[in-house]
């Protein structure tokens, strides 16, 4: 695929239990996500291998056609076809469930899966104050993916982006759940 810009709905998250030091604790890993996503509007769950969030379906339900509108207003003077598209589709399912499903079967170039972008996240030891990178596997619903990018140290930018598309969370609570990274 290549190397792309994408902003989009984390749809899960996980994290493999191998990859993470005896001393450091689900709830560490949890609290550090927080300042990443708002946690809360995921289901978690484990097993032998990893910890896993999967996003509630409830969160997509609601008015997510209407997001993705003000989003691609925001971005372009004039919405194209491609965006009309996945806006009409979008307000055309009912359960988040198929939105899942309709991200998954990327028939739409506005409102894609993207499969496991990779992210570390930072975790401070309580015991010791010395702090463990841990890698994160993101999936995203991607309502916007940009041209090729050659530089992938965009980091505060993309936080930026991120706390922009948050200034509407009383309008849209999804974007809790919005997360812009560099695709690989």
Not at 9 to 22: A, E, G, L, P, T
């Amino acid at each position: 695929m290549g190397t792309y810009l994408a902003t989009g709905i984390v749809q899960d998250i996980s994290i493999d239990k191998r990859h993470i030091k005896q001393d450091i604790t689900i709830d560490q890993i949890v609290e550090r996500l927080k300042k990443e996503l708002n946690i809360d509007c995921y289901n978690y769950s484990e097993d032998v291998e990893g910890y896993y969030w999967q996003i509630k379906p409830e969160m997509l339900e609601d008015n997510l056609a209407e997001f993705l509108d003000v989003q691609f207003q925001m971005s372009t003077s004039k919405k194209d076809s491609d965006m009309q598209e996945a806006i009409d589709k979008v307000r055309e399912i009912k359960t988040g469930k198929q939105i899942i499903e309709l991200s998954k079967s990327k028939s739409l170039i506005n409102f894609q899966f993207v499969h496991q972008i990779i992210e570390h996240i930072s975790v401070v030891r309580t015991n010791n104050g010395s702090s463990e990178s841990i890698r994160v596997y993101f999936d995203l619903m991607a309502y916007f993916l940009e041209g090729k990018i050659i530089m992938e140290s965009y980091g505060s930018s993309f936080t930026y982006f991120e706390n922009n598309i948050r200034l509407q969370r009383d309008k849209y609570p999804i974007v809790d759940c919005v997360k812009v990274m560099i695709t690989s």
